[in-house]
């Protein structure tokens, strides 16, 4: 009988024992409802949106033919280095993106023609999931009654809804995400874009079927895993996969800076309208 | 005396700002007062965007087809009182009376206020959840958690 | 020595159940890191203006009031959607106008607070009315007549035509009633209060328990910090965007000089209320401080994305038509 007490001890003892490492590990900080805690203000160290393909450093992102090798395109020449585009790894995975033959054409097609097709240019909203891999930090904000996104650039923003809405009513820029946990990942469903968006600034492309699933799962407190699966039937052969690390702003500066930039395109927009 | 002033100095600023509340914000700079138009025709397409929706029509008169755009309100109210993209379709006719735009070069397309849009029958095509218009403000709880 | 271990054994054991417990102890009234919860989609839609309109004599207003004032409100709306007869022709220099009521949710009652209807947000001056220096023409006239009368530059036109801002006073602060896409979403995580204003998808992002920034940064909506009175979120603005001057919607004109402060209370009232109460402190643009309140009323309705600047064709056609008319 004693023995058994003691057996007994012993399972409770360990039963105790791993129940408190969830909470005195130190790894893996805990929000709301015992979920890993995704609040902080995020950014990529990586050269996706320049091209999420892999990528020489090269003159600019538009380039004309030159008496030798390409040149930048007139409109970008005078920023001369700040014009250029750092060389960069794919975070595609398998490498290159899956296209369809017509939708290959439209992206070098849009390629050559960048100056006038970045919607990001012209301060658009940035779509999904390019936002989160804008050379602009975002913010989470995570409770337990709310998942909220808000990025730097263009002040986009996304509340991602906690139960299923259904489908879109209308198609947007930022799409309508609705997620859910699955262990301490959090899996983002989002469609109903309206086509308008890119993948990158080099003419990577998708239509208003795409729809994303991404993964948001922390490492450790300052490291988080992104994924996101892409899927799109009118634009590429079959679904892809993006993968990055996230990694979190910590200091006096870690703090969402404003860059709505609608302000710093109006001349590029509406300057031939102006009164002479 | 001073008093006076500041009661003046109020009704001059309402007066102003009075003229264009009918006249919301940006249409009179927009649209040609005496531009009138009053058209019928089918439903192309419709942009549920904002800061306006933009309905997009052709009119044929007389064997000539002109398309024209529309503009309408933001959408986002219309969406939470149940509309959505599948619910006005192409080849629905319309009735717009309005304006037409200051710049007249129908290039590509002519552009007009929807001051009034309705079916041919009169209804009106931007309904509200009951009569005109629905406004939420919370009052009611039945839309309350 | 056995029965030494033995108790240690079953302290640890009643240590875990307790922080176990402890752990999963979650206050309905707080967020999950203590702090009253203020989180929802809320409106501030109502017929209440930030004035009062001279029509009213007093702050509190009897029910007959409201009543006549409603009945007065529909007929105006049942006349601003039906223009014309049937099959008339809109008549040449008639009121060019703006669309059909359905476009519309300015809201359809008055605010009430402590159980009684009130005639203006502005609470103080006790008149109701801005106390505004005679010197606002410096500022008001030239922006009233460049945005009626000119359309040379995108910059003249208003923030909300230009889609960088809402309407008005739309983001605040204080966040002020327009004719539409009144919605506020609160989202609460440790450190910060995020208000997502509809219009322009603004995240009002703020620091709790911290300094403003410089006083070079001045971004749009200004620089807000916060912190908890007791129960109360008290949020200080200052550092306002220099573009913001002059905030005009149908339903209020204020100005906000880059130097105002100001201050905003958010008070849950009740699981479908909070009271919004605001003092502006701008003495360039007002004899003295105004202060206003009213209640932000939980809602079911979802935030759509107002993507504003993305599909502003009615910018270029205000420009587009003033050069057409120009060469005419």
């Not at chain 1, 033959?101 to 390019?130: F, Q």
């Not at chain 1, 489908?167 to 301490?184: L, T």
């Not at chain 1, 800076?257 to 395109?265: D, G, L, S, T, Y």
């Not at chain 3, 998808?201 to 410089?214: E, K, M, T």
Request: contains cysteine; charged residues 25%.
């Amino acid at each position: 009988m004693f023995k058994i007490i003691q057996i007994l001890k012993a399972y409770i003892l360990l039963f105790c024992l791993s129940i408190l490492t969830l909470f005195i590990n130190a790894e893996i900080p805990l929000g709301p409802e015992g979920k890993p805690d995704l609040n902080g203000v995020w950014q990529v160290m990586n050269r996706a949106n320049y091209n999420l393909e892999a990528h020489s450093a090269s003159a600019s992102l538009q380039l004309v033919e030159g008496p030798v090798v390409p040149l930048p395109h007139p409109d970008i020449l005078s920023l001369g280095s700040v014009g250029s585009v750092p060389a960069g790894l794919s975070v595609v995975e398998g490498g290159l993106i899956p296209y369809k033959k017509d939708a290959l054409r439209l992206r070098n097609e849009n390629k050559k023609d960048w100056l006038n097709r970045d919607p990001e240019i012209k301060c658009y909203l940035p779509g999904v999931p390019r936002a989160t891999y804008m050379p602009y930090a975002f913010q989470i904000f995570h409770s337990s009654k709310a998942m909220f996104f808000a990025y730097e650039y263009a002040g986009a923003t996304r509340n991602i809804f906690l139960e299923d809405p259904g489908p879109a009513p209308v198609d947007s820029w930022m799409g309508q995400s609705w997620g859910f946990w699955e262990g301490n990942t959090f899996i983002v469903k989002a469609s109903g874009f309206n086509g308008q968006t890119w993948l990158d600034r080099s003419g990577n492309h998708h239509s208003e079927k795409l729809r994303v699933t991404e993964k948001y799962t922390l490492l450790n407190p300052h490291l988080m895993d992104y994924e996101a699966l892409i899927e799109d039937e009118d634009t590429f052969t079959r679904p892809w996969k993006i993968k990055m690390k996230l990694y979190k702003k910590i200091g006096d500066d870690a703090q969402l800076q404003q860059f709505k930039c609608v302000e710093f395109v109006e001349e590029l927009i509406y300057g031939e309208w102006r009164a002479k | 005396m001073i008093n006076l002033i500041y009661k003046i100095s109020a009704i001059i600023s309402f007066s102003i700002l009075s003229l264009n509340i009918s006249s919301h914000h940006a249409f009179t700079a927009e649209f040609d007062a005496n531009a009138p138009i009053n058209i019928t025709g089918k439903v192309l397409k419709v942009e549920w965007i904002n800061p306006h929706a933009w309905v997009h029509v052709e009119v044929e008169e007389k064997g000539k087809k002109t398309t024209w755009m529309v503009e309408g309100g933001t959408p986002n109210t219309l969406i939470r009182n149940g509309i959505n993209k599948e619910s006005i379709k192409p080849g629905t006719v319309i009735v717009v009376r309005g304006y037409q735009s200051k710049g007249k070069l129908c290039l590509p397309r002519c552009i007009a206020n929807g001051r009034d849009v309705t079916f041919p029958d009169g209804r009106k095509v931007f309904m509200g959840s009951s009569g005109t218009g629905a406004p939420r403000d919370g009052a009611d709880p039945r839309e309350r958690r | 020595m056995v029965s030494g271990v033995q108790n240690s054994l079953l302290i640890i054991f009643f240590l875990c159940i307790s922080a176990f417990i402890y752990s999963e102890d979650y206050q309905p009234a707080k967020t999950w890191f203590g702090d009253p919860d203020l989180q929802g989609v809320w409106t501030n839609a109502s017929l209440t203006t930030l004035e009062r309109p001279d029509y009213f004599d007093s702050l509190e207003i009897s029910e007959e009031q409201v009543i006549a004032a409603k009945n007065n409100s529909e007929r105006f709306n049942e006349a601003l959607d039906n223009p014309y007869e049937t099959g008339e022709t809109p008549e040449s220099g008639g009121d060019v106008g703006g669309y059909n009521v359905a476009w519309m949710d300015p809201g359809n009652d008055f605010i009430k607070l402590n159980g009684k209807y009130r005639s203006s947000i502005i609470t103080y001056p006790e008149n109701g009315k801005l106390p505004r220096r005679l010197t606002r023409w410096a500022i008001e006239g030239p922006s009233i007549y460049r945005m009626f009368t000119r359309a040379d530059h995108p910059e003249e036109r208003s923030l909300g035509e230009r889609c960088i801002v809402g309407f008005g006073s739309s983001g605040g602060p204080p966040m002020l009633n327009v004719l539409y896409n009144n919605h506020y979403q609160i989202v609460q995580s440790p450190g910060y209060v995020m208000i997502m204003v509809e219009m322009n998808h603004d995240a009002r992002i703020i620091r709790l328990n911290s300094d403003h920034n410089p006083d070079n940064m001045k971004p749009w909506l200004g620089d807000s910090v916060g912190w908890w009175e007791g129960e109360t979120l008290v949020v200080k603005t200052i550092n306002h965007h220099p573009q913001q001057k002059f905030r005009a919607a149908i339903r209020h004109q204020i100005l906000m000089m880059e130097e105002a402060e100001v201050t905003e209370r958010f008070t849950r009232t009740g699981t479908n209320e909070i009271l919004y109460q605001f003092e502006v402190n701008d003495k360039k643009a007002y004899r003295e401080t105004w202060k206003g309140e009213m209640p932000l009323r939980s809602t079911n309705s979802k935030m759509y994305e107002y993507a504003c600047h993305e599909g502003n064709y009615a910018m270029a056609n205000i420009l587009a038509g003033a050069r057409a008319e120009e060469k005419q």
